[in-house]
């Protein structure tokens, strides 16, 4: 796991590490300079990129590099796919939303067998993404690195999740001039763990 000031996992087992590529979501009440954007979730594909790295005596130094790297590919798809492809990170193991109640889920639907594996989760702790985070398509900045545990409703071995190695998505400071609601790409690591 890339160094953090996390709370460690404990004597939980690391399950599955992916490669999250997709938007932080915003709204804004106001397009004034006295409004603030709030977040309304995310949503991401997540790329099986442990399979691969486990047995990849550099994965220690290619970790910091892919969020970054897959972000700026993000802008062309066609690029993007042939990176993953040839990397062997291809294969779409599920997707990352938020819940009609608000609730991060990480669902990896393309898991088998059933039931698959399904983190619902809430946040225990943060920290700031590094200095040497990429800092996003337009430079808005790296979002937080997060620890975030079973909310009592996972399913399929998964309980905890870690947003590491951020790349992009956080909002601008203000709602000055923004719509009502809108999008800013990035991608993140996510470290999920389950019961040995």
Same mark, same amino acid.
């Given at each position: ?10 004597? #939980?087992?690391?399950?599955?590490? @992916? %490669? &999250? ?7 804004? +009440?106001?397009?004034? $300079?006295? !409004? ?49 492809? #040839?990397?062997?990170?291809?294969? @779409? %193991? &599920? ?7 608000? +609730?991060?889920?990480? $669902?990896? !639907? ?57 790349? &992009? ?11 009502? $609601? ?15």
């Amino acid at each position: 796991m890339p160094e953090n000031t996390l709370p460690p996992p404990g004597d #939980l087992q690391l399950k599955y590490v @992916v %490669l &999250g590529i997709g938007t932080q979501n915003y709204t804004c +009440v106001t397009s004034d $300079s006295s !409004s603030v954007p709030v977040s309304i979730g995310a949503i991401a594909n997540l790329y099986d990129i442990g399979t691969r790295l486990s047995n990849d005596p550099l994965a220690s130094y290619k970790l910091p590099t892919l969020s970054g790297l897959a972000l700026s590919l993000s802008l062309f798809p066609t690029q993007l796919s042939w990176y993953l492809s #040839l990397s062997g990170y291809q294969k @779409v %193991l &599920g997707k990352h939303y938020f819940s009609a109640d608000k +609730v991060p889920t990480f $669902s990896l !639907s393309n898991v088998k067998p059933l039931p698959f594996p399904q983190a619902m989760v809430t946040k225990n702790d943060t920290m700031n993404a590094p200095k040497t985070a990429c800092p996003g398509l337009k430079g808005e900045g790296a979002v937080l690195w997060l620890k975030l545990n079973d909310n009592g409703f996972s399913v399929g071995g998964v309980n905890t999740v870690y947003r590491l190695e951020t790349a &992009g998505g956080n909002a601008p400071k203000t709602c000055d001039k923004m719509a009502a $609601s809108f999008t800013v790409p990035y991608a993140a690591q996510y470290w999920i763990y389950g019961d040995k």
